[in-house]
């Protein structure tokens, strides 16, 4: 079992950065696809981006394409989530994700075994 932390969340305003990071202690990270969700009051989470073991494939959103990159350091146990150029609809309570599966549809939550307790991005207008 694996047990995962976010932090890096906050105010920001529109058009400004923040990186989030995702502690990982449990396991070793690197037996894990990861992802990053979000969610916003009222609304289904939805999937951001996603990283294969080796950090050698990485998969995006169409909301968050070419604005958000993640990456990973599995000698850390970490996983990041850069994200630039954010947008008020980027506000949402941001959750990182494991996956034990092996060829899985990273867009999907189901497919995910473990979560953190999420980080609260705001970004105002």
């Known amino acids: 079992q694996v047990q995962l932390v976010e932090s890096g969340g906050g105010l920001v305003q529109a058009g400004g950065s923040l990186r989030l990071s995702c502690a990982a202690s449990?396991?070793?990270?690197?037996?894990?696809?990861m992802g990053w969700f979000r969610q916003a009051p009222g609304k289904e989470r939805e999937f951001v981006a996603a990283?294969?073991?080796?950090?050698?494939?990485?998969y995006s959103g169409e909301s968050t394409k070419g604005r958000f990159t993640i990456s990973r350091d599995n000698a850390k146990n970490t996983v990041s989530l850069q994200m630039n150029s954010l947008k008020p609809e980027d506000t949402a309570v941001y959750y990182c994700?494991?996956?034990?599966?092996?060829?899985?549809?990273?867009?999907?939550?189901?497919?995910?075994?473990?979560w953190g307790q999420g980080t609260q991005v705001t970004v105002s207008s």
């Open positions: 449990g396991r070793t990270l690197s037996s894990y696809a």
């Open positions: 994700a494991a996956s034990s599966r092996y060829g899985l549809s990273y867009y999907q939550t189901t497919e995910y075994d473990y």
């Open positions: 990283i294969s073991r080796s950090g050698s494939s990485t």
